[in-house]
Antibody, heavy 120, light 108 residues
Framework: EVQLVESGGGLVQPGGSLRLSCTASGFTFSSNAMNWVRQAPGKGLEWVSALAGNSGSTYYADSVKGRFTISRDNSKNTLYLQMNSLRAEDTAVYYC?????????????WGQGTLVTVSS | DIQMTQSPSSQSASVGDRVTITCRASQSISSYLNWYQQKPGKAPKLLIY???SLQTGVPSRFSGSGSGTDFTLTISSLQPEDFATYYC??????????FGQGTKVEIK
């Protein structure tokens, strides 16, 4: 059974940093593309970042480029999102999601999400 | 960037109704269109990928159609557990997939 479990969310001040983690199980983590998607309170879904499977190439939405870094540790089956220079508009539930059939999208499995609140 | 526009933004329906949700892309995306269902407080769930392929485990009352710029998600007979928000997503411009704004299906 595929499982994705996020952690690391919390309250952080504007300009601060936070690192999210997503621990995966039930599939070959190293071969699959992984994504971060966020959802601001009461709003829709926004794709944030992706990390390709075998190539390890990384991709970012314009709204986070230069501030967020996606990475993975295949030995720990864990995906990360390092978030720096956080802004109030980064407040959201952050989901990690697996790409289907070794592609970045569609996203066939999602974690339960972790809430990031950026506020002073 | 490819923009995805869903209509309607919300819809009231009764159990047993046939429900149709539309998604329009700002340019042709071939059949690279996916549909997700999200219930309050829960993660999204993939329903349909590549415009019309049913994800494993999804009930057959859900179906998708379309190609190019216009796409449709149909629920043939709405069930109580189907009241949720539905999102389309284009994966034509992967690795930069974008979502529609969502359609909330509410109880009439």
């Amino acid at each position: 059974e595929v499982q994705l479990v996020e952690s690391g969310g919390g309250l952080v001040q504007p300009g601060g940093s936070l690192r999210l983690s997503c621990t995966a199980s039930g599939f070959t983590f190293s071969s699959n593309a992984m994504n971060w998607v966020r959802q601001a309170p009461g709003k829709g879904l926004e794709w944030v970042s992706a990390l390709a499977g075998n190539s390890g190439s990384t991709y970012y939405a314009d709204s986070v480029k230069g501030r967020f870094t996606i990475s993975r540790d295949n030995s720990k089956n864990t995906l990360y999102l390092q978030m720096n220079s956080l802004r109030a508009e980064d407040t959201a539930v952050y989901y990690c999601a697996k790409g289907r059939a070794y592609q970045i999208a569609p996203l066939d499995y999602w974690g339960q999400g972790t809430l990031v609140t950026v506020s002073s | 960037d490819i923009q995805m526009t869903q209509s309607p933004s919300s819809q009231s329906a009764s159990v047993g109704d046939r429900v149709t949700i539309t998604c329009r892309a700002s340019q042709s995306i071939s059949s690279y269109l996916n549909w997700y269902q999200q219930k309050p407080g829960k993660a999204p769930k993939l329903l349909i990928y590549d415009a019309s392929s049913l994800q494993t485990g999804v009930p057959s009352r859900f179906s998708g159609s379309g190609s190019g710029t216009d796409f449709t998600l149909t629920i043939s007979s709405l069930q109580p557990e189907d009241f949720a928000t539905y999102y389309c997503q284009q994966s034509y411009s992967t690795p930069f997939p974008t979502f529609g704004q969502g359609t909330k299906v509410e109880i009439k």
